[in-house]
């Protein structure tokens, strides 16, 4: 919690400035990127084709992170590229409305290459102005949780009443109000050009034999969420629930994150990096075991409260784990590593496993490799935890 006698003003402005960016990029990201694959079948690109797409579009995100990240930290120019960032892909959601295959498929790989850079630089940005505010990352990120749920409920709204081909206009408008608080924020954070090569943070930073190994964990256990991401309105659908139920469930998702990034900084700060993790994975385990051995609407429903405790909790964890391992020159380096196995490979190769898995196994099958590859995840947090507590130097 903010200390006002102590934080000074400036301090206390970039983080109202911050919550105010995690907001209107939430708000923006909740009401269009759902319905952007829609869009490409309303606008003729075919379902196979779409599919095909987003793939490459998860690879290319994978492969500009780390150089984003390593020019950010090379340059110091963190502003910048969180503001092209948020307003290159808005400006460029104006020709999704155009039916031409060639202009929507160079617009998407185009936004990919500026979007992809916006969650990491955002987040080491975050840190960094949390701690200077003496409070948590959770308490800033939290904000961006709101906005997608917010967002996600208002654009069932705007839908009803305006086509998809117009979605674009509120996501522009939100996107600019974010890339313009961004424009407000101080530069304080950036210091002229760091002296260190960048081939040798990065090896420095891979070199980290417990940072790898996180890394790995973060990846056994992440690759689960595409069986919520990806599969879980077609799970609770042959469960036997409805489109309307559906929609409670996504909300009551997205809300539980709040609450539970806000909590992780006093779990942080009692147990520490290692444990919060561990522990927030061990809730990802009992999610996926709950639904693998309970395949009932309602139960489905009421067990989102474990999402907040299980993605939120581990995010926050992870975030802040890694601006501890990376150190202050290689902040955005660090995140967007993270970020290329959590979100990137992670979700490739979730998407492909687990949608193998339910295509011949049904939901039951995924929901058991899900518990059982988070299982996984925490065996190896439980490692890292161990070896932490005898050499916190390695």
């Given at each position: 919690m903010e200390n006002a006698a102590i934080i000074s003003l400036e301090a206390r402005m970039e983080l109202i400035k911050l919550r105010m960016?995690?907001?209107?990029?939430?708000?923006?990201?909740?009401?269009?990127?759902?319905?952007?694959?829609?869009?490409?079948?309303h606008q003729g690109v075919g379902a196979e084709v779409v599919g095909a797409l987003m793939s490459i579009g998860t690879l290319l995100s994978i492969l500009v992170q780390p150089v984003w990240g390593m020019l950010v930290d090379r340059y110091r120019q963190t502003k910048l590229v969180l503001i092209l960032s948020i307003s290159v892909p808005a400006c460029l959601s104006f020709f999704y409305s155009f039916k031409y295959f060639l202009v929507i498929v160079m617009v998407y790989i185009l936004s990919i290459v500026f979007q992809a850079t916006q969650s990491p630089i955002a987040d080491s940005y975050a840190v960094s102005a949390a701690r200077k505010a003496r409070t948590s990352y959770g308490s800033i990120r939290m904000m961006g949780s709101l906005g997608t749920a917010l967002?996600?409920?208002?654009?069932?709204?705007?839908?009803?009443?305006?086509?998809?081909?117009?979605?674009?206009?509120?996501?522009?408008?939100?996107?600019?109000?974010?890339?313009?608080?961004?424009?407000?924020?101080?530069?304080t954070t950036e210091n002229n050009a760091t002296t260190i090569s960048l081939s040798q943070g990065l090896k420095e930073l891979l070199g980290n034999r417990l940072f790898v190994m996180f890394l790995v964990a973060c990846f056994f256990v992440n690759q689960t969420l595409t069986a919520y991401n990806s599969f879980f309105v077609l799970a609770f659908q042959d469960a036997g629930g409805s489109y309307s139920m559906v929609g409670t469930a996504l909300l009551l998702a997205s809300l539980t994150n709040i609450p539970s990034m806000l909590l992780a900084a006093k779990i942080l700060r009692r147990i520490g990096y290692e444990r919060t993790l561990l522990l927030a994975a061990f809730f990802y385990a009992l999610r996926w075991a709950i639904q693998w051995l309970f395949p009932i609407p309602v139960v489905m429903i009421g067990i989102q409260v474990l999402h907040g405790l299980s993605f939120g909790l581990f995010y926050v964890a992870a975030v802040e784990y890694v601006a501890n391992a990376a150190g202050k020159k290689m902040q955005a380096t660090?995140?967007?590593?993270?970020?290329?196995?959590?979100?990137?490979?992670?979700?490739?190769?979730?998407?492909?496993?687990?949608?193998?898995?339910?295509?011949?196994?049904?939901?039951?099958?995924?929901?058991?490799?899900?518990?059982?590859?988070a299982l996984i995840g925490a065996g190896m947090l439980y490692w890292i935890n161990r070896i932490a507590r005898v050499s916190p130097n390695l």
């Open positions: 960016v995690y907001l209107l990029s939430g708000l923006a990201g909740g009401l269009f990127n759902p319905y952007l694959t829609t869009l490409f079948v967002g996600g409920y208002a654009a069932g709204f705007y839908l009803s009443k305006f086509g998809i081909t117009q979605l674009w206009m509120p996501f522009l408008v939100l996107s600019l109000a974010g890339a313009v608080t961004v424009l407000s924020l101080p530069r660090g995140q967007s590593v993270f970020n290329m196995v959590f979100s990137g490979l992670g979700g490739i190769v979730g998407n492909l496993l687990n949608g193998y898995l339910y295509s011949t196994g049904g939901p039951q099958v995924m929901y058991l490799a899900c518990t059982v590859s």
